[in-house]
């Protein structure tokens, strides 16, 4: 594997991408990481990332030097090429010309295995304050920009740095640059494959659980049943999924995801319909935080339920936890950057290992999201999983403002089909990151026929997003927003007004609660 140090910057996770699109597994540490957890992932080569302090500031991220005497090649990457040529004995002084944003690099040495096939001059993406003033002994300079020191390197040592993030996108030959890193430099192999993922993966969960069973809450969406299959391929009926209904679904929901789980995937399934218990707790609660609780609480204590039933039956000693655990949420909990706010309570699981001593198998915690998407359809899965966009855990209790009731959920429920199977037939569906419907509980005048309506109003919403951190809303088409509202109003008994949010994140949030 290669390592990734991580100091902190916004583009450490784009490193370990870009290496994992070469086929090549990435691990990314923090930069605190000790010698022995470094050395425990056997790495070809490490990677020191960017980041945002300077190497004198008192609180510089405190990484030990000795990583770069461990006897494989080490790529620095912005505040990576500070950390080389401080502690190896050269000079960095906050630069006097600041550099953002594009940059024109000359190439000084172009013979160095890094550059390798690159041309004599590149276009590259710069964001740093500090800069090189005197090269480490043993360096020599390999690039240049106008203003500063652009590379350095001591083949010798087998340690190359740049000042420019090949990582990010705006730099041209970033790619062929790591490409150079990995392959000529580490003698890395692109076997980082899904199918030898899936066989992988597949042979340490059954040496994992050995006889033992394991459940999995299984919500429909990707990540869940890619982890489910995965775990179902270890070790088949022992494996049970447990999916519940919330009273939240959409339309048709619980019956579709049953079809497709058991009919397409086999998985062995357990279908509850809690859905009345679920509407009686959340009956006359308005608060957005009080739903959410409601929902969480209630979900853990029907699994609950279920996973005693199982064990039990099963008679057994060691119990198994399922989870669709990914890479960005493993590294956001590492990460040097402190814990931040919380601005809604996501609802998860996770406050069930701890009362039932299950132990955790989460086989995707390596992958980011869409190598779970390749790895899913590596394993065959039916393309509607794969592609669904994000639908939040209290579902559709977080669309529907002040009090959830079961009309309010059924006119929901049929006013977001309409969204999604129009987003659909547009083919703008897997362009966007989620399109759906808002249920307000704001009545107004309307006239249908000859009549006088007065009913609810429904809000709009499609956003962009890379992570669900951050979103943009979607321009979409004027026809497509003119049939979804038509077909909204006259179909729809109890809605008698669309409009469209038009609110990015932030200021707004995607969901309305
Ligand atoms: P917000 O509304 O906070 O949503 O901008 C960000 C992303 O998270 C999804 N979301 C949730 N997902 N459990 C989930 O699994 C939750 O409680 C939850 N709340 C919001 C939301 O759909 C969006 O993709």
Redesign the pocket.
């Known amino acids: 594997s290669i390592v990734i140090l991580d100091f902190g910057s916004q583009y450490t996770q784009l490193i370990a991408r870009r290496i994992r699109e070469q086929n090549v597994f990435s691990a990314v540490l923090p930069c605190t990481a000790s010698l022995d957890e470094i050395k425990a992932l056997k790495p070809l080569g490490v990677i020191l990332s960017g980041g945002p302090c300077s190497v004198y500031d008192a609180d510089a991220p405190p990484a030990d030097p000795r990583v770069l005497a461990l006897g494989v090649p080490v790529l620095g990457i912005c505040y990576g090429l500070q950390f080389i040529t401080h502690h190896l004995g050269g000079k960095v002084r906050s630069a006097e010309k600041r550099e953002y944003g594009h940059a024109e690099v000359s190439l000084v040495d172009s013979g160095n295995a890094l550059f390798s096939g690159l041309t004599a001059s590149l276009s590259v993406w710069m964001s740093h304050g500090d800069e090189a003033l005197e090269l480490p002994p043993g360096f020599h300079l390999t690039a240049q920009t106008a203003n500063a020191v652009a590379g350095i390197a001591d083949p010798e040592r087998r340690i190359w740095a740049v000042q420019f993030h090949p990582e990010v996108h705006h730099t041209r030959q970033g790619t062929e640059l790591l490409r150079n890193f990995l392959f000529n430099i580490c003698g890395a192999k692109p076997d980082w494959t899904p199918a030898h993922f899936i066989e992988s993966t597949v042979a340490a969960i059954r040496e994992k659980v050995g006889d033992g069973h394991a459940i999995c809450a299984l919500?429909g969406?990707v990540d869940s049943s890619v982890a489910a299959v995965l775990v179902q391929r270890a070790i088949g009926d022992r494996l049970t999924c447990i999916f519940v209904n919330n009273g939240v679904l959409r339309l048709n929901e619980f019956e579709k995801v049953q079809q497709t789980m058991r009919d397409k995937l086999g998985l062995n399934l357990v279908a509850v319909d809690a859905s009345s218990r679920f509407l009686q707790r959340l009956s006359g609660v308005t608060d957005p935080e009080g739903k959410?609780k409601i929902?969480?609480n209630e979900f853990i204590s029907v699994f609950d339920d279920e996973a005693r039933r199982i064990f039990e039956s099963n008679n057994d000693e060691v119990a198994w936890l399922v989870q669709g655990t990914l890479y960005p949420d493993v590294i956001e909990s590492s990460s040097v950057k402190g814990p931040s706010q919380t601005?809604?309570?996501?609802?998860?699981v996770g406050g069930l290992p701890e009362n039932m001593k299950l132990k955790l198998i989460e086989p995707l915690r390596d992958l980011f999201k869409d190598e779970v998407r390749r790895i899913g359809r590596d394993l065959q899965m039916p393309e509607d999983i794969l592609q669904r966009?994000?639908?939040?855990?209290?579902g559709l209790a977080?669309r529907i403002l002040g009090e959830v009731t079961p009309e309010r959920v059924a006119l929901l429920q049929e006013a977001d089909d309409i969204v999604v199977s129009e987003i659909k037939s547009a083919g703008l569906y897997q362009q966007i990151?989620?399109s759906f419907a808002v249920l307000l509980p704001v009545k107004s005048v309307g006239v249908m026929g000859d009549q006088r309506t007065y009913a609810y109003t429904c809000a709009i919403r499609a956003v962009h997003?890379e992570d669900?951190?951050t979103?943009d809303w979607v321009p979409l088409p004027y026809e497509v927003l003119k049939r979804i509202s038509s077909r909204i109003v006259n179909e729809i008994h109890g809605i008698n007004r669309v409009v469209y949010d038009i609110t990015s994140?932030p200021p707004?949030?995607?969901?309305?609660?």
């Open positions: 919500s969406g959410r929902i969480g601005i809604k309570s996501h609802h998860n966009q994000p639908f939040p855990g209290p977080v990151w989620q997003s669900g951190m979103a994140k707004g949030t995607i969901e309305w609660e």
